[in-house]
């Protein structure tokens, strides 16, 4: 049996928290880490506040086989999350000097003030995660992988990161058009599926679009055979309901 590889996210700043900020990382991290074999299992938002944050990373960090942090690590007051992963691990923080020779790679020394130093301050045993875009780097400290919250230089980050990654089988996904029967209709018939294929997650996703209202059902599972077992019955239930168009 493959070894599932399994990661968490946590989203730090009262800026995603008060809607200020639109997440944009989640999907992203999330379909990247389904498509190199990691499931992603929880995302968690928590507020630039240190006991908060160093407590969702001890939790996490000890859950997961991996954990992804974005946000908190610029030039700002509010960018603590060096010093809470410091904390959370008991280690020592300051200035890394290969975090500073990645700095002075963009700034010049007269550039360098004080805010700016504080994105070289490192925990102690932390390896740097290179930033190719603003130079000032994330780090890796145990299974924890911080990154920066900026879309772009978080991407970069990612692929930066994954060929370091364990990875696990990768999940396979079978989506199945309902053809615009209503979930009404194939939702016992859908969980008697559900049972008799244990190992594959379905479920039944509606959506209104200009087109209209549709339904598609998704099988997924990282057994080839069972989720083709399982799509090939979810296809022969929707056949049989073919033409029933009974409300919800």
């Known amino acids: 049996m493959a070894v599932s590889i399994t990661a968490a996210l946590l989203i730090i700043g009262d800026e995603i928290l008060t809607g200020r900020t639109k997440d944009k990382n989640i999907g992203y991290i999330a379909e990247y880490l389904t498509g190199i074999g990691i499931d992603l299992r929880e995302v968690r938002v928590v507020p630039d506040v240190e006991e908060e944050i160093v407590a969702a990373v001890n939790a996490l960090r000890s859950r997961y086989t991996y954990l992804f942090t974005t946000g908190g690590i610029g030039p700002t007051h509010d960018d603590i999350t060096a010093d ?19 700095l002075r790679e963009r700034y010049q020394p007269h550039e360098l003030n004080e805010a700016r130093m504080r994105m070289a301050r490192i925990p102690e045993g932390a390896d740097l ?46 989506t199945i058009d309902a053809e615009g029967l209503a979930e009404g209709n194939y939702a016992e018939g859908l969980s008697g599926i559900a049972a008799a294929h244990p190992s594959v997650s379905i479920g039944s996703y509606p959506s209104f679009s200009a087109g209209g209202f549709r ?20 296809r022969d239930l929707l056949g049989r309901l073919k033409g029933d168009r009974a409300p919800l």
């Not at 959370?88 to 290969?98: E, L, Q, S």
């Open 84 to 102: 809470c992963m410091a904390k959370a691990f008991g280690v020592g923080i300051g200035h890394d000097p290969r975090a500073v020779a990645m």
């Open 129 to 174: 995660i290179d930033n190719p875009i603003s130079k000032a780097p994330g780090f890796r400290i145990g299974n924890v992988f911080v990154m920066a919250g900026v879309p772009s230089i978080m991407q970069a980050m990612l692929d930066n990161i994954a060929p370091t990654l364990q990875t696990g089988a990768r999940m396979i996904i079978e």
């Open 215 to 234: 339904n598609q059902i998704v099988a997924r599972g990282k057994d080839p055979a069972a989720v083709a077992d399982a799509a090939a019955a979810i």
